[in-house]
Nanobody
Framework: QVQLVESGGGLEQAVGSLRLSCAAS????????VGWFRQAPGKEREFVAR????????RYVDSVKGRFTISRDNAQNTVYLQMNGRKPEDTALYYC?????????????????WGRGTQVTVSS
């Protein structure tokens, strides 16, 4: 079992950058790939980015490519989501989730462990 806690969200203007953190405790963090998801009011949960167990492979939804960067520090049991060039449509509750599988998967159903989320609100 691994426990995940997100932090770093808030109300921000679109200019500047924001970094979300996903801190893990419990089982060895490096055995999990980690994904970031987001859910806006009235919408389904959406895949944002994923990073492999070693950190060498990443995947992004098209809408954030070139703006967001996912990274991880296994020594610190933490995954990050650097959010640059934010837009009002990025406003959502952001979750991180852990997947013990090896495929580069985006479906929320394959992720076994979830945090409670951190709210990101981007004003224009």
């Amino acid at each position: 079992q691994v426990q995940l806690v997100e932090s770093g969200g808030g109300l921000e203007q679109a200019v500047g950058s924001l970094r979300l953190s996903c801190a893990a405790s419990g089982r060895t963090f490096s055995i999990y790939a980690v994904g970031w998801f987001r859910q806006a009011p009235g919408k389904e949960r959406e895949f944002v980015a994923r990073i492999s167990k070693s950190g060498t492979t990443t995947r992004y939804v098209d809408s954030v490519k070139g703006r967001f960067t996912i990274s991880r520090d296994n020594a610190q049991n933490t995954v990050y989501l650097q959010m640059n060039g934010r837009k009002p449509e990025d406003t959502a509750l952001y979750y991180c989730a852990a997947d013990s599988g090896v495929s580069n998967r985006a479906s929320p159903s394959v992720y076994e462990h979830w945090g409670r989320g951190t709210q990101v609100t981007v004003s224009s």
